[in-house]
């Protein structure tokens, strides 16, 4: 029958929200619960679209901790490929599902991930009931044989079960240029051509990657892919720290749009001069990502949001730079842009895809400005209710099956750095 949410403050005025199926289908001051509707109490609540976290690896979750403090190079290849090499169909669910539970608490109803063994990650997002766009991420480290290899896995995965929940999309993940060899590149173009897929690549992370680029094809990574002709509206670059003005107009012309991941940038120490406004300008979509739990620790957009607007104010020198609204468009708005899901605003028609902000804190007291205290004085603890495609995934902050969900996953965790 639905469910009707009462008196819960939409743009700073006391609304209700009628869901049928997975859609919002009325907004009005009042609206009369029909009998066997759900009636959420939204006082003292207000409501936003669901966060998208448009840059992940969901299992990642399992190397929380691990392998701190240390540079993108060597974390990569002595912490997480040998042991993402042990990684089991089940732990990667484990992991994936241990996401699920952070992501939800946060307030984020939709995430791109890049993952191996993307059955074992769908099989999470299925039963913990988010939305999801599924890369899994394909290496071929300029062997022809790997090459094939990955080929085949991307060839067989388009015609599994993965590609038939509606709230799990399929796309292609090449991991970056420095693994991923140029023709496997111009083939992974191709194929999303054909299968109307999207495309996620690392992509200028570091000054490392940069001047490996020129040394190895003569040029920048924007213009080397430029040069494959494979940049297209179906492409994402996650990072993109790293480039000019010259690769923005790139950027722009093809259409390719952009994440920004403020927390692993940092972290790693990859870089911090992202340029959000320079890419908003030239009329590049800027969605924002968490990155792994490896390289991020949490997956909390909320404190994304905040990190990414001090970020951008701060080698800028302008506070009025990376606005708090701006912000949260980024974290909503562009990821419905990103994904082409009919997601990322509260109007009548949409995805049911929504939260509701508990009020009642400190982070909240005065209210002068809901979103400012939200990107700035809140993180994802403020979140009570998460609503995904019509259905209640958390409420009063109760997830159910959280508890076995997070001793699996330590469980998983443990056994696998030990294995």
């Given at each position: 029958m639905g469910t009707v949410i009462k008196s819960a403050e939409l743009n700073g005025v006391p609304a209700d929200i009628l869901i049928e199926g997975n859609r919002i289908r009325r907004i009005a001051p009042v609206i009369d619960a029909a009998p066997g509707t759900t009636v959420i109490d939204g006082r003292r609540k207000a409501v936003i679209p669901g966060l998208m976290n448009m840059h992940t690896h969901a299992a990642m979750t399992l190397f929380r901790g691990f392998g701190d403090d240390m540079p993108l190079q060597p974390w990569l290849h002595e912490k997480i490929w040998p042991n993402e090499a042990k990684l089991t169909e089940e732990d990667i669910y484990r992991g994936a599902k241990l996401a699920c539970v952070e992501m939800i608490r946060s307030g984020t109803t939709t995430f791109f991930d890049m993952y191996h063994q993307v059955d074992?990650?769908?099989?999470?997002?299925?039963?913990?009931?988010?939305?999801?766009?599924?890369?899994?991420?394909?290496?071929?480290?300029?062997?022809?044989?790997?090459?094939?290899?990955?080929?085949?896995?991307?060839?067989?995965?388009?015609?599994?079960?993965?590609?038939?929940?509606?709230?799990?999309?399929?796309?292609?993940?090449?991991?970056?240029?420095?693994?991923?060899?140029?023709?496997?590149?111009?083939?992974?173009?191709?194929?999303?051509?054909?299968?109307?897929?999207?495309?996620?690549?690392?992509?200028?992370?570091?000054?490392?990657?940069?001047?490996?680029?020129?040394?190895?094809?003569?040029?920048?990574?924007?213009?080397?892919?430029?040069?494959?002709?494979?940049?297209?509206?179906?492409?994402?670059?996650?990072?993109?720290?790293?480039?000019?003005?010259?690769?923005?107009?790139?950027?722009?012309?093809?259409?390719?749009?952009?994440?920004?991941?403020?927390?692993?940038?940092?972290?790693?120490?990859?870089?911090?001069?992202?340029?959000?406004?320079?890419?908003r300008t030239a009329g590049i979509t800027v969605g924002l990502g968490t990155d792994g739990c490896a390289s991020s620790n949490n997956l909390d957009m909320v404190e994304v949001m905040k990190l990414a607007s001090l970020l951008g104010k701060a080698w800028r020198y302008d506070p009025e730079a990376l606005s708090c609204g701006e912000m949260l468009d980024a974290a909503t708005v562009a990821g419905a842009e990103l994904t082409g899901w009919d997601a990322g605003r509260i109007e009548e028609g949409r995805l049911a895809d929504l939260c509701l902000i508990d009020l009642a804190t400190p982070a909240f007291t005065p209210n002068f400005n809901f979103v400012s205290n939200l990107v700035f004085a809140a993180n994802g603890s403020c979140v009570d209710t998460v609503i995904c495609d019509g259905n209640i995934l958390m409420q009063r902050r109760e997830i159910p099956g959280e508890g076995e969900i997070l001793e699996q996953a330590a469980q998983a965790a443990y056994d696998l750095i030990h294995r």
């Open positions: 074992a990650t769908y099989a999470a997002v299925d039963e913990m009931g988010l939305r999801a766009v599924l890369s899994e991420a394909c290496f071929d480290h300029f062997r022809p044989e790997l090459a094939e290899k990955s080929r085949r896995r991307i060839r067989s995965r388009c015609q599994s079960a993965v590609c038939r929940n509606p709230r799990i999309r399929l796309a292609l993940g090449p991991h970056a240029i420095y693994t991923v060899s140029g023709e496997l590149l111009q083939w992974a173009h191709d194929f999303a051509e054909a299968h109307d897929l999207l495309i996620q690549i690392h992509l200028a992370e570091t000054e490392g990657e940069v001047e490996q680029c020129r040394a190895q094809f003569g040029t920048t990574p924007v213009r080397y892919l430029h040069r494959l002709g494979v940049l297209s509206p179906r492409w994402s670059l996650a990072h993109a720290l790293h480039v000019d003005g010259e690769e923005i107009a790139l950027l722009a012309e093809t259409g390719v749009k952009v994440v920004h991941n403020p927390a692993s940038n940092m972290k790693l120490a990859s870089g911090y001069r992202f340029k959000y406004r320079e890419m």
